[in-house]
């Protein structure tokens, strides 16, 4: 993060988030944890929309580098599981292996749509030479915590690689991966005409206790594109990407993250995330920078809430700037320890230098049942009614981001409902 980057940021915006910062998550671990036996995710369900076209499930977003909010608001439908095994033992030492696949549908029915491996990698824990560290190698999922309401992993470091993780540092714990990223080839009869593959190097600090109940965990990321520059595969470029979050557990029965992120040519990663490789056609002029907080409390049994604030702007010489500040609230209160009341509140505005200011808001209300009252309890199966209100420059990008296609039209709102489930075990 540079000075000149800090200091773009709006006053009043920053010194909200650093306010915020002062509670700020253990939400997640460093690492996603693959413990031994069958585990997975699940999000799927059928809804519909009240505009005149009636028809597919309608949901509200602005598209492009932002995210939106996600309860009542999900189009798709997505799972991944798998097993995790002890497939040996030496000494101190354990070897796991790892195999998961996905599945994902843009619309509500998964139908004949292509499973994927996720995760297949072996991992040595306990090294005694690592000091109690672990090495791997395989495909895997990789440090990639998130702002659960609005379905950002805010660093995602997912890919095929080998590294050594969580070895103890002074005060911290340090990991580096090597990965591969993008390595797909267009070819023709001639050979290779085309490449955005790229070697990604990352380097964690992390875990470090900073005050009480309170860790820092340091992220960077550095990319080389493949080939030269200007070769016959076209030009090719370097990137990068610094990353700092604070974790803070024990906040009104919850915890608390604040992050600020900064990135440069591929280093912007892909959609919305940092962390992985993104296009390496990209030079140092494209740039990203964000700053956020996400809080998620649970002050009592059957009352939690999350809360998230974000300011993210983008660079490029070919598109110009734009900057995406979102808030958003979902409270949950629990009337049994099987029933629910959940709901969120976000608004989204983007403002382009070389075009108008987009505006969206979604409120949700969903009913659900739920595996207890707690604001992450899971399963819930929910009914839900979503309304979404946006300006007119929004409309183009409102239409173009729903899975169901442009069914809003001219329209600057929209309802939808149905019903869905939400299960991780």
Same mark, same amino acid.
């Given at each position: 993060?540079?000075?000149?980057?800090?200091?773009?940021?709006?006053?009043?915006?920053?010194?909200?988030?650093?306010?915020?910062?002062? #509670?700020?998550?253990?939400?997640?671990?460093?690492?996603?944890?693959?413990?031994?036996?069958?585990?997975?995710?699940?999000?799927?369900?059928?809804?519909?929309?009240?505009?005149?076209?009636?028809?597919?499930?309608?949901?509200?977003?602005?598209?492009?580098?932002?995210?939106?909010?996600?309860? #009542?608001?999900?189009?798709?439908?997505?799972?991944?599981? #798998?097993?995790?095994?002890?497939?040996?033992?030496?000494?101190?030492?354990?070897?796991? =292996?790892?195999?998961?696949?996905?599945?994902?549908?843009?619309?509500?029915?998964?139908?004949?749509?292509?499973?994927?491996?996720?995760? =297949?990698?072996?991992?040595?824990?306990?090294?005694?030479?690592?000091?109690? #560290?672990?090495?791997?190698?395989?495909?895997?999922?990789?440090?990639?915590?998130?702002?659960?309401?609005?379905?950002?992993?805010?660093?995602?470091?997912?890919?095929?690689?080998?590294?050594?993780?969580?070895?103890?540092?002074?005060?911290?714990?340090?990991?580096?991966?090597?990965?591969?990223?993008?390595?797909?080839?267009?070819?023709?009869?001639?050979?290779?005409?085309?490449?955005?593959?790229?070697?990604?190097?990352?380097?964690?600090?992390?875990? %470090?206790?900073?005050?009480?109940?309170?860790?820092?965990?340091?992220?960077?990321?550095?990319?080389?594109?493949?080939?030269?520059?200007?070769?016959?595969?076209?030009?090719?470029?370097?990137?990068?990407?610094?990353?700092?979050?604070?974790?803070?557990?024990?906040?009104?029965?919850?915890?608390?993250?604040?992050?600020?992120?900064?990135?440069?040519?591929?280093?912007?990663?892909?959609?919305?995330?940092?962390?992985?490789?993104?296009?390496?056609?990209?030079?140092?002029?494209?740039?990203?920078?964000?700053?956020?907080?996400?809080? =998620?409390?649970?002050?009592?049994?059957?009352?939690?809430?999350?809360?998230?604030?974000?300011?993210?702007?983008?660079?490029?010489?070919? =598109?110009?700037?734009?900057?995406?500040?979102?808030?958003?609230?979902?409270?949950?209160?629990?009337?049994?320890?099987?029933?629910?009341?959940?709901?969120?509140?976000?608004?989204?505005?983007?403002?382009?230098?070389?075009?108008?200011?987009?505006?969206?808001?979604?409120?949700?209300?969903?009913?659900?049942?739920?595996?207890?009252?707690?604001?992450?309890?899971?399963?819930?199966?929910?009914?839900?009614?979503?309304?979404?209100?946006?300006?007119?420059?929004?409309?183009?990008?409102?239409?173009?981001?729903?899975?169901?296609?442009? %069914?809003?039209?001219?329209?600057?709102?929209?309802?939808?409902?149905?019903?869905?489930?939400?299960?991780?075990?």
């Amino acid at each position: 993060m540079n000075r000149t980057a800090l200091k773009s940021l709006p006053a009043a915006l920053t010194l909200a988030l650093l306010a915020m910062a002062s #509670g700020s998550a253990l939400a997640d671990p460093m690492y996603p944890t693959d413990s031994e036996g069958f585990h997975g995710y699940l999000r799927a369900g059928a809804g519909s929309n009240t505009s005149s076209d009636g028809g597919s499930q309608g949901c509200f977003g602005l598209g492009g580098n932002t995210m939106k909010y996600r309860l #009542g608001n999900e189009c798709d439908a997505y799972t991944e599981f #798998g097993y995790t095994k002890a497939i040996a033992k030496s000494g101190d030492v354990t070897y796991m =292996a790892t195999v998961w696949v996905n599945a994902f549908a843009p619309n509500s029915d998964f139908g004949d749509n292509k499973v994927g491996i996720v995760k =297949a990698y072996v991992e040595a824990q306990g090294l005694d030479f690592l000091n109690g #560290g672990t090495a791997w190698v395989g495909k895997r999922f990789y440090y990639r915590p998130d702002i659960h309401m609005l379905d950002l992993q805010y660093i995602n470091m997912n890919g095929t690689g080998a590294g050594l993780d969580r070895i103890p540092a002074g005060p911290g714990k340090f990991s580096y991966a090597f990965f591969k990223d993008n390595d797909i080839n267009s070819v023709s009869p001639t050979g290779i005409v085309s490449t955005k593959s790229a070697v990604r190097q990352n380097f964690i600090y992390g875990e %470090i206790p900073v005050n009480t109940n309170g860790t820092l965990d340091l992220a960077a990321t550095y990319i080389i594109g493949e080939g030269k520059d200007n070769d016959a595969f076209g030009e090719k470029h370097n990137g990068w990407q610094l990353s700092a979050f604070h974790r803070q557990g024990k906040v009104l029965g919850g915890a608390n993250t604040f992050g600020v992120q900064y990135g440069v040519g591929p280093g912007v990663g892909k959609g919305a995330q940092f962390g992985a490789a993104g296009d390496t056609s990209f030079g140092s002029d494209v740039k990203r920078t964000r700053v956020f907080n996400d809080l =998620a409390i649970q002050p009592m049994t059957n009352f939690g809430m999350e809360f998230v604030a974000l300011w993210q702007k983008d660079e490029s010489n070919a =598109a110009g700037s734009s900057t995406w500040t979102s808030a958003g609230v979902r409270p949950v209160y629990a009337f049994t320890n099987n029933f629910k009341l959940i709901g969120e509140l976000g608004t989204d505005r983007v403002t382009q230098s070389n075009g108008p200011t987009k505006r969206l808001t979604k409120i949700t209300i969903a009913p659900a049942i739920s595996a207890g009252p707690g604001l992450w309890s899971r399963p819930e199966l929910r009914a839900f009614v979503s309304y979404g209100k946006w300006n007119n420059a929004a409309t183009a990008s409102v239409n173009a981001a729903n899975n169901g296609g442009p %069914i809003y039209n001219n329209n600057t709102s929209g309802t939808s409902y149905g019903f869905q489930v939400e299960a991780w075990f």
